[in-house]
C-alpha cells in the first residue's frame, strides 16, 4: 500500500488528535492530578528562585518524564482492562510494573527538584 502523500491539513489534524487525546487524560485520570498540582509547585519555586539554564532544564525535563510515564501507565492499564475484565495475575503483573515505572520517575524527579532546590531555599 503506497503511502499517502504529505498534506500540512493532515498534520495538524494528527495535533488536533494528539491535544484531544491530553485532554482525555487529564479529564479521566486521577492521579494525572496529583502531577499537576506537582507540576504547578515546580513552576511557582522556579518562577521564584533563581535557576541556572541547567537547573531549569533539568526541572523541565523531571517534570516531563513524569507526565510521560503517567500517559503510558494509563495507556498501559486501559489495554489490559480492554484485554480482559477478569483478575489475572499476568495482567496485575504488567499493571503493576507499569504503576511502578511511574513511581520511579516521580522519585527521580523529587529527587532532581530536591537537589536544585532545598540549597536555594536554605540559603534564601
Not at 491535544?19 to 515546580?42: E, P, Y
Request: net charge positive; aromatic share 10%; glycine share 6%.
Amino acid at each position: 500500500m503506497k503511502p499517502a502523500p504529505f498534506s500540512i491539513r493532515d498534520r495538524l489534524k494528527s495535533f488536533q488528535y494528539a491535544w484531544q487525546g491530553i485532554v482525555r487524560f487529564l479529564r479521566g485520570d486521577h492521579n494525572a492530578w496529583v502531577h499537576a498540582v506537582a507540576t504547578v509547585v515546580v513552576i511557582i519555586l522556579a518562577s521564584v528562585v533563581p535557576l541556572t539554564k541547567t537547573e531549569l532544564l533539568a526541572l523541565v525535563f523531571a517534570v516531563g518524564f513524569v507526565w510521560v510515564a503517567e500517559m503510558f501507565n494509563t495507556c498501559i492499564e486501559r489495554t489490559m482492562d480492554f484485554i480482559s475484565t477478569e483478575k489475572r495475575p499476568e495482567i496485575g503483573l504488567i499493571k503493576d510494573v507499569a504503576a511502578g515505572a511511574v513511581l520511579v520517575a516521580a522519585i527521580t524527579a523529587a529527587i532532581i527538584g530536591g537537589i536544585v532546590f532545598i540549597p536555594k531555599l536554605i540559603s534564601a
